[in-house]
């Protein structure tokens, strides 16, 4: 027997018009990447995204075509995001950051037929535009004013190709499943992979995001996601926020710590979300200046292993932290660290035990771990493991690959090792490719990076397994000191000394002037075992 309640198909533009009929007049500011300040709301937002439709549909645009954006946080952003999903299309989010390269071949295997842009990338389109054939016009996120001359195909200024338009449009009703979005992963090991949000994965990650231990808004709240829509969705940000009718503040092109601090304070933001060099950024601004954000309630942190240093940090400052895991592929958000009971009451080094972890997951995503033969493992906190999860926004395919990626328990295998405890608190040790294997037992070189970059001198730290004569791989740490900083080897190993099991310490100390990131912020450890592969340790000698 089936229920008898309504067919309500889950969609995502259906949230643009919840904000932009009970929402309306909230606010959305964001640091234009003209310049100047601009301030919106949800109404003049939603009808402006009805403009971007029936332009698209004006350029015969389809249900399933796939159109890129490769844009800031901001406004007009935000309109194409639901303009596009709102006739069925695909918003494919390109992350300007990547190689050239990988950028063509990213627009290519998606097959995009119209590239959205902001003014910042219109350079580097045209140096790869006669590679990307299945683009049919590009569109720049400005005005008449500011356009400038280019080679790109039928370019258009943004504002006129919306001012074409009246307005006068509704938005179609299909089925949930349909495809809404689409996020490439950005593949440090082999091709990127395409993950195909549908609108119904979407919704349901959008109500997964907006409880309190989540994301943790509402329509009182202040929302500043550095993280990028381009970055796994600004983790589900563009989606909740509106949802809730919670204030957005968008920080455009400049994400340096003056600029972010000066945002934050200025729109009296209370939520904010990025990964950790961020707000190392943020907090070496607001160290060097000496000020303050007492509006601030909440940081939200993840893509990489937040450092104790850093939740410290903030805690001092009187904010709260979230530290929070996830991936692309889970549209993004896996867990987030709250204080749930027996914990609530936890103080001082306890508290930050918990806090530091990954956290556990809302509901709506399954996890377990399993050995390489995928027998479960002890939930204890001590025993590692591989990552796997299920739910109903986490991807069962990529696009355009014919391969199997779920276990045939249905689980999706995150490729990061972890321990899980008795309450459900995750630990991410490692990547699996990252994991240190020293004489058949496992070193998580996470907790050795956390701990080094601990040490007042440390800027930020990596460790990698370098081949070891007898223990097969040693963990070798490189560290960037802070400027104007100095220590020694002996220095850092003395610091860390009595904090980790004897066999976990690192056997050499590097020191380098920069540590490589990859385009999502996290550090290129593929980049840093080139660098290092004539390395030898002077303990392996003989
Ligand atoms: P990309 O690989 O494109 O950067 P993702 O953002 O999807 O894309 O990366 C997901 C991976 O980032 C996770 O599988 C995990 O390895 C890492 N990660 C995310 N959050 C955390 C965290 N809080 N702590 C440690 N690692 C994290």
Same mark, same amino acid.
């Given at each position: 027997?089936?229920?008898?309640?309504?067919?309500?198909?889950?969609?995502?533009?259906?949230?643009?018009?919840?904000?932009?009929?009970?929402?309306?007049?909230?606010?959305?500011?964001?640091?234009?990447v003209e310049?100047?300040?601009?301030?919106?709301?949800?109404?003049?937002?939603?009808?402006?995204?009805?403009?971007?439709?029936?332009s698209l549909?004006?350029?015969?645009?389809?249900?399933?075509d796939?159109?890129?954006?490769?844009?800031?946080?901001?406004?007009?952003?935000l309109?194409?995001?639901?303009?596009?999903?709102g006739?069925?299309?695909?918003?494919?989010?390109?992350?300007?950051?990547?190689f050239?390269?990988?950028?063509?071949?990213?627009?290519?295997h998606?097959?995009?037929?119209?590239?959205?842009?902001d003014?910042?990338?219109?350079?580097?389109?045209?140096k790869?535009?006669?590679?990307?054939?299945?683009?049919?016009?590009?569109?720049?996120?400005?005005?008449?004013?500011?356009?400038?001359?280019?080679?790109l195909?039928?370019?258009?200024?943004?504002?006129?190709?919306i001012?074409?338009?009246?307005g006068?449009?509704?938005?179609?009703?299909?089925?949930?499943?349909?495809?809404?979005?689409?996020?490439?992963t950005?593949?440090?090991?082999?091709?990127?992979?395409?993950?195909?949000?549908?609108?119904?994965?979407?919704?349901?990650?959008?109500?997964?995001?907006?409880?309190?231990?989540?994301l943790?808004?509402?329509?009182?709240?202040?929302m500043?996601?550095v993280v990028?829509?381009?970055?796994?969705?600004?983790?589900?940000?563009?989606f909740?926020?509106p949802?809730m009718?919670?204030?957005?503040v968008?920080?455009?092109?400049k994400?340096?710590?003056?600029?972010?601090?000066?945002?934050?304070?200025?729109?009296k933001?209370?939520?904010?979300?990025?990964?950790?060099t961020?707000?190392?950024?943020?907090?070496?601004?607001?160290?060097?200046?000496n000020?303050?954000?007492?509006?601030?309630?909440?940081?939200?942190?993840?893509?990489?292993?937040?450092?104790?240093?850093m939740?410290?940090?903030?805690?001092?400052?009187?904010?709260?932290?979230?530290?929070?895991?996830?991936?692309?592929?889970?549209?993004p958000?896996?867990?987030?660290?709250?204080?749930?009971?027996?914990?609530?009451?936890?103080?001082?080094?306890?508290?930050?035990?918990?806090?530091?972890?990954?956290?556990?997951p809302?509901?709506?995503?399954?996890m377990?771990?399993?050995d390489d033969?995928?027998?479960?493992l002890?939930?204890?906190?001590?025993?590692?493991?591989? +990552?796997k #999860?299920?739910? /109903? %926004?986490? !991807?069962? *395919?990529?696009?355009?690959?014919d391969?199997?990626?779920?276990? @045939?328990?249905?689980?999706?295998?995150?490729?990061?090792?972890?321990?899980?405890?008795?309450?459900?608190?995750?630990?991410?040790?490692?990547?699996?490719?990252?994991v240190?294997?020293?004489?058949?037992?496992?070193?998580?070189?996470?907790?050795?990076?956390? +701990?080094a #970059?601990?040490? /007042? %001198?440390? !800027?930020? *730290?990596?460790?990698?397994?370098?081949?070891?004569?007898?223990? @097969?791989?040693?963990?070798?740490?490189i560290?960037?000191?802070?400027?104007?900083?100095s220590?020694?080897?002996?220095?850092?190993?003395?610091?860390?000394d009595?904090?980790?099991?004897?066999?976990?310490?690192?056997?050499?100390?590097?020191?380098?002037?920069?540590?490589?990131?990859?385009?999502?912020?996290?550090?290129?450890?593929?980049a840093?075992?080139?660098?290092?592969?004539?390395?030898?340790?002077?303990?392996a000698?003989?």
């Amino acid at each position: 027997m089936l229920g008898l309640m309504q067919d309500w198909p889950l969609l995502c533009h259906k949230i643009i018009e919840h904000a932009a009929k009970y929402h309306g007049t909230q606010e959305v500011v964001t640091r234009s990447v003209e310049g100047p300040i601009h301030r919106t709301n949800y109404a003049e937002i939603h009808a402006r995204s009805l403009k971007v439709s029936q332009s698209l549909e004006r350029d015969g645009i389809k249900l399933g075509d796939r159109i890129a954006t490769i844009a800031w946080n901001t406004w007009r952003h935000l309109e194409v995001w639901y303009g596009i999903m709102g006739i069925g299309a695909i918003c494919h989010t390109v992350n300007p950051r990547l190689f050239p390269e990988q950028i063509a071949w990213i627009v290519n295997h998606a097959q995009d037929r119209i590239v959205i842009t902001d003014l910042t990338f219109v350079p580097v389109l045209e140096k790869i535009a006669s590679q990307l054939p299945s683009v049919e016009r590009y569109v720049v996120l400005t005005d008449k004013a500011h356009m400038p001359q280019t080679t790109l195909k039928n370019a258009v200024a943004y504002e006129d190709w919306i001012a074409a338009s009246d307005g006068k449009f509704e938005w179609k009703t299909f089925d949930e499943n349909t495809a809404a979005a689409m996020c490439y992963t950005s593949g440090t090991t082999g091709d990127p992979k395409g993950v195909l949000y549908s609108h119904r994965s979407n919704v349901l990650h959008a109500l997964m995001a907006n409880s309190k231990d989540a994301l943790g808004t509402s329509a009182s709240d202040t929302m500043l996601p550095v993280v990028p829509l381009f970055h796994a969705n600004s983790w589900g940000i563009a989606f909740s926020a509106p949802s809730m009718g919670t204030k957005l503040v968008m920080p455009g092109p400049k994400l340096d710590g003056a600029s972010v601090y000066e945002l934050l304070s200025t729109e009296k933001v209370t939520h904010t979300a990025g990964v950790p060099t961020v707000w190392l950024m943020l907090l070496q601004y607001m160290a060097a200046n000496n000020v303050k954000l007492p509006d601030l309630q909440m940081v939200i942190c993840g893509g990489s292993a937040m450092p104790r240093s850093m939740i410290q940090a903030f805690l001092d400052m009187g904010s709260q932290v979230r530290h929070a895991w996830g991936m692309t592929e889970m549209s993004p958000l896996g867990t987030l660290a709250t204080l749930k009971p027996p914990f609530t009451e936890r103080t001082g080094e306890e508290r930050l035990d918990i806090l530091q972890t990954q956290g556990y997951p809302p509901f709506g995503v399954e996890m377990k771990i399993t050995d390489d033969a995928g027998k479960e493992l002890p939930w204890d906190g001590k025993t590692f493991g591989r +990552l796997k #999860v299920s739910g /109903p %926004a986490i !991807a069962k *395919a990529y696009f355009r690959v014919d391969a199997n990626i779920l276990d @045939d328990a249905g689980f999706f295998d995150t490729g990061d090792v972890s321990t899980m405890d008795e309450h459900g608190y995750m630990r991410i040790t490692d990547r699996s490719k990252d994991v240190i294997k020293s004489g058949g037992e496992w070193i998580s070189s996470i907790d050795l990076e956390n +701990l080094a #970059v601990g040490h /007042p %001198a440390v !800027a930020e *730290a990596a460790v990698i397994g370098v081949h070891h004569p007898k223990w @097969d791989e040693r963990p070798l740490l490189i560290v960037q000191l802070k400027q104007g900083q100095s220590a020694t080897r002996e220095d850092i190993l003395k610091f860390m000394d009595g904090k980790i099991a004897k066999w976990w310490m690192p056997d050499d100390v590097a020191f380098v002037d920069g540590i490589p990131h990859t385009a999502t912020g996290k550090i290129l450890k593929t980049a840093l075992r080139d660098q290092f592969k004539d390395y030898t340790f002077p303990t392996a000698a003989a």
